[in-house]
């Protein structure tokens, strides 16, 4: 487990593979079966593969309305280089990266989002995958009625957003890290 905590990296280039029903349902199951508190089990999860060349229409043909109709948004730059770089080569393209799945993690506890997210990203490393959080993809959704629609959320908080699949690469080491500051008492 500590190999696959200390080998887990944030994935921002994948391969085109697809990812299987039975991967699917084993990345759900590791996110379903996280603690909660009270036991609330309230996340839902939205996965889009098949049809996610729909969402990103949605998601930039919204961000192109947003650009126009918001031009004091707080993120507005940002989002414009979102917008911009749509007709990137897919492997530059910065909000989707190339990911051949997106993982939406709905609730409106932000704690029991994140564990489940976790275990989620534990188990996608196990199986050889990886997963890469996106919080202005979960902004953005958010933000556009259209997405959320499409998604079929239109009355739930999309709380975390996971681009994931396959690395296209490969890393032969841990990422490095400070040492963090420990207190025993």
Do not use: W
Not at 56 to 85: C, M, S, W
Not at 93 to 119: K, S, W, Y
Not at 131 to 147: A, D, K, Q, S
Not at 166 to 181: D, I, L, N
């Amino acid at each position: 487990m500590l190999n696959a905590i200390l080998f887990r990296r944030s994935i921002r280039n994948y391969s085109d593979k697809k990812i299987g029903k039975e991967q699917l349902e084993k990345l759900i199951m590791a996110g379903s079966h996280t603690a909660t508190a009270k036991n609330r089990q309230e996340i839902g999860y939205i996965f889009v593969q098949e049809q996610l060349d729909q969402l990103k229409a949605q998601v930039f043909n919204g961000l192109g309305r947003v650009t126009e109709e918001q031009p004091d948004h707080p993120e507005i730059k940002i989002l414009k280089r979102f917008y911009k770089g749509r007709k990137s080569r897919p492997e530059e393209e910065m909000l989707f990266r190339n990911a051949p799945a997106v993982l939406f993690l709905t609730g409106d506890h932000l704690i029991d989002a994140g564990l489940a997210a976790q275990n989620i990203e534990l188990m996608a490393a196990s199986m050889g995958m990886g997963v890469l959080f996106n919080g202005y993809l979960t902004r953005i959704t958010e933000m556009l009625p259209e997405v959320k629609a499409f998604l079929k959320a239109e009355d739930k908080t999309i709380t975390i957003c996971m681009l994931v699949g396959y690395p296209a690469v490969k890393y032969e080491r841990t990422a490095p890290r400070k040492q963090p500051e420990i207190t025993i008492l």
